[in-house]
């Protein structure tokens, strides 16, 4: 379900590495030869292509690429090279900060990534930061904000089928009589969402919404204006049906008066090598304009380029 | 500082297998056989072990042991040889149950080992329990324990050096004030002692010390029939200064009437690889008897044996 396309035979990382070197070097940045290089590899690959760059020429690709771009197009270009487990490190701590502070980026890493991807970035972190990544989001969190996102940011949820219907039945009650009691931020409505493995979670909420005749986040909508709840909200969708969190990430950053271009190249970066398939089926439901023309309409350039190549545009 | 002693050529896996099988076989079990192998072979040789007798005789090691031996003897042996990381997992689960339930034991597993080991356990935790460990601890307990144990066992904290001195003396004093106005479970306190890396903490408590003049721990011992201040304060404990904490817990163990074997044969199948030396130090100091004459005095046959063993008696 990526949109990452790969060539069938690809260049070795040493000569994908000289080429990128030769698009950063004379007059001008080479923007077209880093689209075609870099955008056709996949994680493993990108990682190859950044040793052998160092190796070679004693300096961070990033540095490199840092060095010679420029606004949206370099943090696209900066996202997508990073590692995975990396680049949500990174977003998590930008997130956890004063100034590009976004709990629903946090809520997306925690929840989108299988759990093991998740522990992967909680090491990625200590090794960037030196800190561990629940140790800033309680520091930088308090409240009802704290009690949510330090234990989904810390949970390692048991990612096996199994499913206890006695107990799906039982929580789904809990979480109906919290919700109509509008306790949001009950311990163990939290401890429902943050500790239960997805499987689990989704029979819950399938019971929920049989037994109570409405889908869970519907009862969750009422009002917008309230950041917690929104929250919450994220974090239930991003659980159970993370194709159409993304898509409605994706909808609002376009559909708006000026682009949210953070929120774009945020969901592309993360998602081209996962599941932007599913999310461009998702957008193209709901918006009946395919994702490509919509990104076509709102943005320009390289930054274009990159954006259309990793979600596939080549082949569509 | 493990008190184990393997000897210097050990025999192969396949042999210590044959040998074992042979203990079980025949009129009566062979004990001291079992002792002279498995007491004598660390982690990986008992992994090893455990591999060879199941490929060879289609039977779990464990299971074997399981119907040769029984009591205290039996439960020491089957600890011993687990795998780390399965022993903290199994611990751990059963202190979530309600017959056994100990959540001092929570705190042990989540405080004293290495942030890595801790994840280890958690893997080890789905692959046996098919749930997460934070899943069972947060559905068991509730109010404070579960405010204070959820974040404990699903921490990853940062295991470097670096210490923030600002910080440090910062922490200290929301520390020294919560503790003052004996909000135990306030979330500044909570966050403190759940997410800084040993060596902040460490800072943090040096400055508390130096400035309000009294450890922490003295502040925090008021009340001894407070269930919630006495994990508070194992807590304190097992992140700053476990061979103290381990000294405390053999010593309660020991010194009463009945000797509460089930914390015995924890603290030596734990820590016997660890740091048993710096345990039987810390013993010795604070009750002026050797840890293996206080065990000679309190335990006899085989579980005297293989406890002796474990805490290197052989080579006193």
Request: net charge negative; glycine share 4%; proline share 2%.
């Amino acid at each position: 379900m990526a949109t990452l396309t790969v060539p069938e035979v690809v260049t070795s990382p040493a000569e994908d590495a000289e080429q990128l070197r030769k698009a950063f070097q004379g007059w001008g940045t080479n923007e077209a030869l880093i689209i075609s290089i870099l955008a056709h590899r996949n994680a493993a690959q990108r990682k190859l292509i950044r040793q052998s760059y160092a190796e070679t020429y004693g300096e961070d690709l990033l540095k490199s690429l840092d060095k010679e771009l420029s606004s949206d197009f370099e943090r696209l270009v900066l996202l997508w090279t990073l590692d995975p487990a990396e680049r949500d490190a990174f977003l998590a701590n930008e997130a956890t900060k004063m100034l590009t502070s976004n709990n629903l980026v946090l809520v997306e890493v925690a929840c989108t990534r299988s759990s093991l991807d998740l522990f992967m970035v909680r090491q990625a972190y200590h090794a960037r930061f030196k800190k561990s990544l629940e140790e800033d989001v309680a520091y930088h969190t308090s409240g009802d904000f704290r009690k949510l996102l330090v234990p989904l940011v810390s949970s390692f949820r048991y990612d096996g089928d199994e499913v206890n219907m006695k107990l799906a039945k039982s929580e789904a009650k809990i979480l109906h009589e919290k919700i109509s009691e509008k306790s949001y931020n009950h311990d163990e409505l939290i401890r429902i969402l943050t500790t239960r493995s997805k499987a689990q979670l989704n029979a819950t909420l399938n019971h929920y919404n049989n037994e109570f005749g409405n889908a869970i986040d519907k009862d969750l909508e009422a009002d917008p204006d309230d950041e917690y709840k929104k929250l919450l909200r994220a974090t239930i969708e991003c659980l159970t049906y993370p194709a159409k969190y993304f898509e409605e990430v994706l909808r609002l950053a376009i559909n708006r008066l000026g682009t949210d271009e953070w929120a774009l190249t945020r969901v592309v970066a993360t998602r081209a090598e996962v599941d932007m398939e599913r999310i461009k089926e998702e957008y193209y439901r709901r918006n009946s304009i395919p994702l490509d023309r919509a990104i076509t309409k709102d943005t320009s350039g390289d930054y274009e380029k990159m954006l259309l190549t990793l979600i596939g545009h080549g082949d569509a």
